[in-house]
């Protein structure tokens, strides 16, 4: 992990993964998941994971530079975990609630580093 980012794990429901995807969207991020997507794919009654890895810089949007790429354990309406990336804002992040406790933030860091989870964009060639 460089620094600059939280060294953190954060719990998030699908309402505020897709609200945090349109704000990605709104800012002209890379990784995002299209408008919809979420709402249409993503299990609705989910706990997904956000684990901030890197800074970003964006250059052609330097008012929304830097943000922080984040690996996300993200669960589909099959059951199925896929990891996925998201780009958030830092400021977003920072209001997002610490409800893990360190066992569980390690759990899911390892998972998303050596799970072997499929990716989001394999999950939508099988399943769209």
Not at 50 to 68: I, K
Request: with cysteine.
């Amino acid at each position: 992990m460089l620094s600059g980012v939280p060294r953190t794990v954060k719990a998030i429901d699908t309402a505020e993964l897709i609200r945090l995807d349109a704000e990605a969207i709104a800012y002209g991020f890379n990784r995002n998941h299209g408008a919809g997507w979420l709402a249409e794919y993503a299990a609705l009654e989910a706990v997904h994971y956000l684990r901030p890895v890197l800074v970003h810089r964006a250059g052609r949007r330097p008012e929304f530079s830097p943000h922080w790429r984040c690996m996300l354990l993200l669960t589909m309406r099959d059951g199925q975990e896929v990891f996925s990336l998201l780009d958030v804002w830092p400021a977003s992040f920072d209001h997002l609630p610490e409800t893990l406790d360190s066992a569980t933030k390690r759990a899911i860091a390892y998972r998303l580093d050596y799970g072997g989870l499929p990716t989001s964009g394999q999950w939508a060639d099988l399943n769209t």
